[in-house]
C-alpha cells in the first residue's frame, strides 16, 4: 500500500487543541493534575479544563518565571502541574528557572510549550522559537516530546502523567493533518516507523512528520523507497530505532520546525557520526529568526514542506551513492 | 526567657558550625549565613511543626521550609544536622566531592530537609508560592516558611511571587527577608535601592513587619505572630533586620564577608567569640 494511503487525513485540526483535550481526559483520570497557565487559556486550549476543575487550574498572570517556580513547588508536595504558555516564553524566557527548580530539582513538572516552531505564523518571529528544543534537550533530567498531530498530541499529554519526572511537551498553533489512530497508545522514547524503505530513512518530529509523509508519497512514485520514522520523544531518543534504520537504508534526512542547531537532526547526526557515520541532510532552518506570514508560506519560505524534503532526499541518495563508488 | 536562653545557645553553635564548614571547605558564605543563623535556630528549633526523623521531600503533614537564598547553605546544613535530620558528622563534607552537601542546596543526592535546589536567586518564593497551594488544596493547615535575601529581592521574580501569593491568598506562608543591606558588591542601597522594603511589600497586599532578627526574643515573637494571623487571607513578610557576619566582630556589618572563607588564624579568631554549646562536629 501506498503510504499516502496508509495515512489518511482524517481533517485538519491543531496540535494544541489536542493538548486541551488531553489535559481535560488526564484531569478527570488523576485527582492530581492540575493546570498552571500565564494569561494564554483561551490560546493553549485550557478553558474546559479550568471550567471543569477551577480548583485545580491556577492562573499566573503574566509572570511566567513564577508559574514554573509555583509548579515546581506544587510538583514536589505530590501534585502534577501542566504550566502552559508559548514554545518562547516557555524555555527561553524561563531557562533558569526551568534548570534549576525544574530540571536540576527533578520536579514533576509537564512544562506545555504552545506554538513553537514557525507555524505559528503571523505574529512573527518575537512569537515563534525555533531554539526550543536544542535549549530543553540540553538539560538533564528533563524528556522532550514533539508529537505530530492532533491526536498523538492529545495522547503525549495524556501519557506524561504516568511518567515521574519532567517533561517539555511541545505543540503548536496551526490546523495540520490528524492522521494518526486515536486509540494509538502512546510510548515516550519509543520511535514509530510509519513506512519501511530501503534507499533512505526520512527522520521527522512533530508538523513536519505529515510532511515527510507526503515527501515519501512523491518519492515513491519516482520509484525511490523511503522508510519514515516518527521521532516523536527527542530525549530520550530511540537509538534503536535509529541505528537499525540507518543501518538499513544507509542514508538519512531528518526533518523539524527548528533551526539546525541544538535540534533533533544535530542529535541523530551526532549519535551516527559515533556509531554509523551515515550521509545526512537537514530539513530545518539554518541560523535565522522567523517573520510574519501564513503558515504554510512559511514552511516553504523556510523551505520545511514536503518538496524539500523530497529533494533533500534526492541528495542525500546522490551523496550515498557518490559515498560508495 | 530559659527557652530564649537555650535557642541562643544553639545560635552560637551553629555559628560555630557555619565558620568551620566555610573555613573547611576552603569557600563558602559566611556574611549572610552568620546573619540569619537567630531565625532559623528559631524555626527550626523552636516554631516550625516538623518531624526530622520521618521527613519526606513532599512534606506533607508537616511544615515546609524553602531556603531561596542558597549561598546560605552552611547555615541551612547545620541546622538540619543540629536538628537531626543528618547526622552532625557529614557537616564536614560540605562542599566536598560527591557530598550531599553541595555548594548549594541540591536535592540530587537526597539530602534530608531539602526539598529544592536553590542558588540561583529569585526562584525560593514562587515554589513555596506552590508547596502553600499545594497544601491548602490537601485541606493542610501546615505552614510553608521560605527565607530570600534583600539583595535577592532585585530579582524580578521575587515581584512576580509577591503578586501571585497575595492573589492566590496564601495566608499560610510565611517568607522571611534577611534585611542585612547588603549585597557582594556592596551595600544595597548603592547597588539597586530596595527603598522602602514595609511600604512594598504592604503595596503588594502582604501582612508584614519589621524585625529585630538578630534579638531571638523579637524573632520567635514575630514568628508566633505571623502564625497566629493564618486566617487573614494575606501571606506573611518578616523584615529581619540582621547584621551580615553577627557573631564575629570582624565580619560583622561589611559585605566583605560575603562570599569569602576565613583562614585558620581568623577561624581560631573567630571561634573564641562563638561559644560551644552542644559539641563541634
Not at chain 1, 519526572?165 to 510509519?194: C, M, Q
Not at chain 2, 524573632?219 to 551580615?244: I, N, Q, Y
Request: a negative charge.
Amino acid at each position: 500500500m501506498k503510504i499516502t494511503e496508509k495515512f489518511i487525513n482524517t481533517g485538519n485540526k491543531d496540535t494544541r487543541s489536542g493538548f486541551g483535550a488531553g489535559l481535560l481526559e488526564v484531569g478527570r483520570e488523576n485527582a492530581d493534575v492540575m493546570a498552571l497557565c500565564a494569561d494564554l487559556t483561551g490560546s493553549l486550549k485550557m478553558e474546559a479544563f479550568a471550567a471543569e476543575f477551577p480548583d485545580r487550574f491556577i492562573q499566573c498572570g503574566i509572570a511566567e518565571a513564577n508559574m514554573i517556580g509555583t509548579s515546581a513547588g506544587l510538583a514536589l508536595s505530590g501534585k502534577i502541574p501542566y504550566a502552559g504558555t508559548f514554545a518562547g516564553f516557555a524555555t527561553g524566557r524561563v531557562y533558569d528557572q526551568v534548570r534549576q527548580s525544574v530540571a536540576y530539582s527533578e520536579t514533576n513538572v509537564k512544562i506545555c510549550a504552545s506554538h513553537a516552531g514557525i507555524t505559528l505564523g503571523e505574529d512573527g518571529a518575537t512569537h515563534q522559537i525555533m531554539e526550543d528544543i536544542g535549549l530543553m534537550r540540553m538539560l538533564p533530567n528533563l524528556v522532550v516530546i514533539n508529537p505530530c498531530d492532533y491526536n498523538q498530541t492529545k495522547a503525549a499529554t495524556i501519557e506524561i502523567a504516568k511518567h515521574h519526572g519532567p517533561v517539555y511537551l511541545r505543540f503548536g498553533r496551526p490546523s495540520v493533518p490528524n492522521f494518526t489512530p486515536a486509540d494509538a497508545k502512546f510510548e515516550i522514547g519509543k520511535a514509530i516507523t510509519l513506512a519501511q524503505g530501503r534507499d533512505v530513512t526520512i527522520f521527522a518530529t512533530g508538523h513536519l512528520v505529515w510532511e515527510a509523509i507526503v515527501a515519501a508519497g512523491m518519492l515513491e512514485d519516482e520509484g525511490i523507497s523511503v522508510e519514515v520514522i516518527n521521532i516523536h520523544t527527542i530525549k530520550p531518543l530511540d537509538k534503536k530505532a535509529v541505528l537499525e534504520s540507518a543501518a538499513k537504508t544507509g542514508a538519512v534526512v531528518t526533518a523539524e520546525e527548528h533551526l539546525i542547531a541544538g535540534g533533533m537532526g544535530e542529535l541523530i547526526a551526532a549519535f551516527l557520526a559515533k556509531e554509523l557515520p551515515t550521509p545526512t541532510e537537514f530539513v530545518a532552518v539554518d541560523d535565522l529568526f522567523g517573520q510574519s506570514g501564513e503558515p504554510a508560506e512559511l514552511l516553504k519560505e523556510y523551505k520545511l514542506s514536503s518538496i524539500n524534503i523530497a529533494d533533500a532526499v534526492k541528495r542525500v541518495i546522490a551523496k550515498k551513492i557518490a559515498l560508495s563508488k | 526567657m530559659a527557652e530564649i536562653t537555650k535557642l541562643q545557645e544553639i545560635a552560637s553553635q551553629v555559628r560555630r558550625d557555619i565558620i568551620r564548614m566555610v573555613n573547611m571547605a576552603g569557600s563558602g558564605h559566611p556574611g549572610g549565613s552568620l546573619g540569619s543563623a537567630d531565625i532559623l535556630t528559631a524555626l527550626f528549633f523552636s516554631e516550625m511543626n516538623h518531624n526530622p526523623a520521618k521527613w519526606n521531600r513532599d512534606g506533607k503533614g508537616a511544615d515546609m521550609f524553602f531556603l531561596s537564598a542558597g549561598h546560605l547553605s552552611p547555615l541551612f546544613y547545620s541546622v538540619l544536622a543540629r536538628s537531626g535530620y543528618f547526622p552532625t558528622e557529614e557537616l564536614k563534607t560540605f562542599r566536598k566531592l560527591g557530598s550531599r552537601l553541595q555548594g548549594h542546596p541540591s536535592v540530587e543526592r537526597g539530602l534530608p530537609g531539602v526539598h529544592i535546589a536553590s542558588g540561583s536567586l529569585g526562584q525560593g518564593l514562587s515554589v513555596s508560592c506552590g508547596a502553600a497551594l499545594a497544601k491548602r488544596a490537601a485541606g493542610e493547615d501546615n505552614m510553608v516558611y521560605v527565607l530570600i535575601g534583600d539583595g535577592e529581592s532585585e530579582e524580578g521574580q521575587i515581584w512576580e511571587a509577591a503578586l501571585f501569593a497575595a492573589q492566590h491568598k496564601l495566608d499560610k506562608l510565611i517568607a522571611f527577608t534577611d534585611w542585612n543591606g547588603q549585597q557582594i558588591d556592596g551595600p544595597v542601597s548603592s547597588i539597586l535601592d530596595l527603598g522602602d522594603l514595609e511600604a512594598k511589600w504592604r503595596s503588594f497586599g502582604w501582612n508584614c513587619r519589621v524585625v529585630n532578627g538578630n534579638n531571638m526574643t523579637d524573632v520567635v515573637e514575630a514568628l508566633r505572630w505571623a502564625k497566629s494571623t493564618a486566617g487573614d487571607e494575606k501571606p506573611k513578610m518578616l523584615l529581619m533586620k540582621t547584621d551580615m557576619g553577627k557573631g564575629v566582630d570582624f565580619m560583622q556589618g561589611t559585605h566583605h564577608w560575603h562570599g569569602k572563607a576565613p583562614n585558620s588564624e581568623q577561624t581560631a579568631n573567630a571561634l573564641s567569640q562563638l561559644k560551644e554549646t552542644l559539641g563541634d562536629f
